[in-house]
């Protein structure tokens, strides 16, 4: 009896870390039709990017990777691409829960704006809880956290038109 208690113990940790992996997960969409899944471990293949911020009373650390650098992973260009046409494209950000923001792809070109968003992972060194992540979207010079985005699923491009 306790044997079959252990192996169901087993089986039912298994099967939440196998979800919890699967919820690290993140899609990206371009507008040609394209989509990729990255893991947890293709983001960490990026170079880190580190922010603090004044957010919520208290100096907080947010640590992930460079919107932009996954954003490039997919294929999206930057620099001197981004002229004309392609300025009316942007990055719909999507939630576990069906929250939406929509970001200006001039606005994650350095070529643009000195301003750094990132794709965090981490807060003040840990894992962000399953309320915060696994990923979020953290903008440290915008004056409302409207559009720091809590669980991350999918970063889509999209065309104005």
């Given amino acids: 009896m306790r044997s079959r208690f252990l192996f169901s113990a087993v089986l039912v940790s298994l099967t939440l870390g196998a979800a919890r992996l699967q919820s690290q997960q993140l899609i990206v969409q371009i ?22 911020t004044g957010a919520s ?22 620099g001197e691409s981004l002229k004309g046409k392609r300025l009316s494209e942007c990055l719909l950000v999507e939630a576990a829960d069906g929250y939406r923001v929509v970001i200006a792809l001039p606005e994650i070109d350095p070529v643009f704006t000195d301003k750094q968003i990132v794709l965090a992972f981490l807060r003040n060194g840990k894992q962000l809880d399953d309320r915060e992540g696994p990923y979020r979207i953290v903008i440290p010079d915008e004056k409302k956290m409207a559009r720091w985005v809590r669980q991350v699923t999918t970063l889509k491009i999209v065309s104005v038109q």
């Fill in 31 to 52: 507008e040609s039709g394209k989509q990729i899944v990255l893991s947890r471990a293709d983001l960490e293949t990026l170079p880190r990017a580190k922010v603090t």
């Fill in 57 to 78: 009373d208290s100096p907080t650390t947010f640590e992930g990777v460079a919107l932009k650098a996954v954003l490039e992973r997919a294929g999206v260009a930057f």
